[in-house]
């Protein structure tokens, strides 16, 4: 996880928060992403969307729950679900892993 804060503080280099808080920020991401892969420890391939998506997250903080806001000619809006832009990158990731043998929650049938 440090390897991950480091990249994070390299992402937002002005942030005011803490180490402790950014890595809070980290294992919720992080968290996310493994119940929705499925599996207990995050993959090496996901660490960069794990980062990416927490930045998103540490930049909505102080706006969490606005769906669209305008003023002027300024407009701010979020999405619902940070990881919503990833369902590819995590949809094919676990079909590779169904194929592959190497997820437990696959049947098959001989």
């Known amino acids: 996880m440090d390897e991950l804060l480091t990249r994070l503080k390299t992402r937002l280099p002005d942030t005011e928060l803490t180490d402790e808080q950014l890595s809070e920020y980290l294992q919720t991401m992080s968290d996310r992403l493994c119940l929705r892969l499925g599996v207990d ?49 995590i949809g094919d990731w676990k079909a590779i892993q ?8 696959v049947v098959c049938f001989l």
Do not use: H, W
Request: proline share 2%.
């Open 41 to 89: 420890t995050l993959p090496t391939l996901f660490q960069s969307i794990c980062v990416d998506a927490t930045v998103k997250m540490v930049r909505r903080t102080y706006y969490e729950g606005i769906s669209s806001e305008g003023v002027a000619n300024i407009s701010t809006s979020f999405v619902d679900n940070i990881l919503a832009e990833y369902d590819d990158e």
């Open 98 to 105: 169904a194929s592959s043998g190497n997820s437990n929650k």
